[in-house]
């Protein structure tokens, strides 16, 4: 029997569901960088100016609507805040209207939203763990409670399509680095549920050791915060493996990693090491530690450079290589109960140099522009299954269904395939 299942867009307030109810919905998610992060800028002389010192472009409503369109669920939306307050502490009311406007874009295109304090000049994330006296960790508690008390209030009525991340990628690389990030973390989460209304039960995410799934695993125990909502937090790592394919380190020149996955290798630059089986291991890993607990993990950022290839390489090979890492990061996070974020700049030419970028949506004209990336996130998240009880029945594919019946994501169905579909443009489910 086909049951019709009718998701609302409309978010006034928050019901209360759980971590686990909220993140498969998520998936897949996209990242608007360099833009609300990017500061100090000081050959700007105006602060709101700072959204484009590192991208070029102002964020739209049409922007946002071609994320979704696009087909992505969720926006993590990098954002400054203390290199945007007075010598007092206080947010600019200028910039919080803004930050605003944007999340509001999101809310209008019915997309989940992770919003953050990311990076902010290294106030915490840096120096809150190059110095663990006690004086300096109560003054960053301190300046986390101030600090995420104003944007919770700010957001207080906000439906549950938003979610708060404390931090982007801490510092911490040890136990006792990671004990201060604890400390951290439950000023956040304090601060927060103390200014009432949606936020008492507002899904928040906390960050691993330097969000490294490795020193995640080895320090990193979730259980240790606490929190009065029950089942509301998601822990986040990001995945940049290998560096030498993703851009993180070591990838132009002799070094680079052109080619992902063995059947994708050619003559040179070969990755040789984080290939699909690592790649399977860590995200297990994640399952392992946290999901399979009721944690579920957001990979907050992650990506694979898109290169045009020198005369002497193989763009062919290159552009397939792309693709898979896509494909198989998604597939794989959603078999291990994690949303997966893609790192998308808006560097736009780069897409057409050997050092590459990991640009998706060009938002100067809200076109699509990493096809082999889009290409990949679709295709992973047709082939991963979910591993957990949704509390949402699925449909199981006939044959001959792909004639009229897709994916979420627009892919037809092939027989067998068990999901939440579109039927002739009616979202369905069932046995």
């Known amino acids: 029997?086909?049951?019709?299942?009718?998701?609302?867009?409309?978010d006034c307030s928050v019901h209360a569901q759980t971590a686990m109810d909220i993140a498969p919905k998520m998936m897949p998610g996209w990242n608007l960088g360099n833009t609300l992060e990017a500061g100090p800028c000081t050959w700007l002389s105006n602060k709101l100016d700072w959204e484009t010192g590192w991208q070029p472009t102002k964020t739209t409503q049409s922007i946002i609507n071609s994320v979704k369109e696009a087909g992505f669920n969720a926006v993590r939306i990098p954002c400054a805040w203390d290199?945007?307050?007075?010598?007092?502490?206080?947010?600019?009311?200028?910039?919080?209207a803004r930050v605003k406007k944007?999340?509001?874009?999101?809310?209008?295109?019915?997309?989940?939203?992770?919003?953050?304090?990311?990076?902010?000049?290294?106030?915490?994330?840096?120096?809150?763990?190059?110095?663990?006296?006690?004086?300096?960790?109560?003054?960053?508690?301190?300046?986390?409670?101030?600090?995420?008390?104003?944007?919770?209030?700010?957001?207080?009525d906000y439906g549950e399509l938003l979610l708060f991340a404390g931090l982007n990628e801490p510092n911490a690389h040890d136990q006792a680095t990671t004990d201060a990030l604890i400390r951290y973390e439950q000023a956040f989460i304090n601060a927060i549920r103390a200014t009432g209304g949606n936020n008492a039960t507002r899904i928040l995410v906390v960050q691993g050791p330097s969000t490294d799934i490795n020193r995640s695993?080895?320090?990193?125990?979730?259980?240790?915060?606490?929190?009065?909502?029950?089942?509301a937090l998601m822990v986040e790592v990001h995945y940049y493996d290998p560096g030498q394919f993703c851009g993180t380190w070591n990838s132009t020149g002799s070094t680079a990693f052109y080619y992902w996955g063995t059947t994708n290798h050619y003559t040179s630059h070969n990755a040789n090491w984080g290939e699909e089986s690592h790649l399977a291991a860590q995200f297990a890993k994640l399952k392992n530690k946290y999901t399979s607990k009721g944690y579920p993990v957001i990979i907050g950022e992650y990506a694979g450079l898109q290169r045009m290839m020198p005369s002497d390489q193989n763009q062919e090979k290159h552009d397939a290589s792309v693709k898979l890492y896509y494909k198989r990061v998604n597939e794989y996070a959603t078999n291990n109960g994690l949303v997966a974020f893609a790192w998308d700049t808006n560097a736009v030419a780069d897409l057409k140099k050997e050092s590459g970028s990991s640009t998706i949506i060009d938002r100067s004209n809200c076109q699509i522009v990493g096809t082999n990336?889009?290409?990949g996130i679709k295709e992973g998240l047709s082939a991963?299954?979910?591993?957990?009880?949704?509390?949402?029945?699925?449909?199981r594919a006939k044959k001959n269904d792909s004639k009229h019946i897709h994916t979420l994501m627009g892919i037809p169905v092939t027989e067998g395939y068990r999901g939440i579909v579109i039927?002739?443009?009616?979202?369905?489910?069932?046995?």
């Open 1 to 10: 029997m086909i049951v019709a299942f009718l998701l609302l867009n409309l």
């Open 83 to 96: 290199i945007h307050s007075d010598s007092k502490g206080k947010i600019d009311v200028v910039w919080m």
């Open 102 to 156: 944007i999340v509001d874009y999101c809310m209008n295109a019915g997309l989940y939203v992770v919003l953050n304090d990311h990076w902010d000049n290294g106030w915490v994330e840096v120096d809150g763990f190059n110095d663990l006296s006690e004086a300096n960790i109560s003054a960053k508690e301190a300046r986390m409670t101030d600090l995420w008390t104003q944007i919770a209030t700010a957001f207080r």
């Open 217 to 231: 695993v080895e320090f990193y125990d979730v259980t240790r915060l606490e929190d009065s909502a029950p089942n």
């Open 373 to 375: 990336a889009m290409e």
């Open 384 to 395: 991963g299954t979910w591993p957990f009880a949704t509390g949402i029945q699925t449909y």
């Open 423 to 431: 039927d002739n443009g009616k979202k369905i489910s069932g046995k």
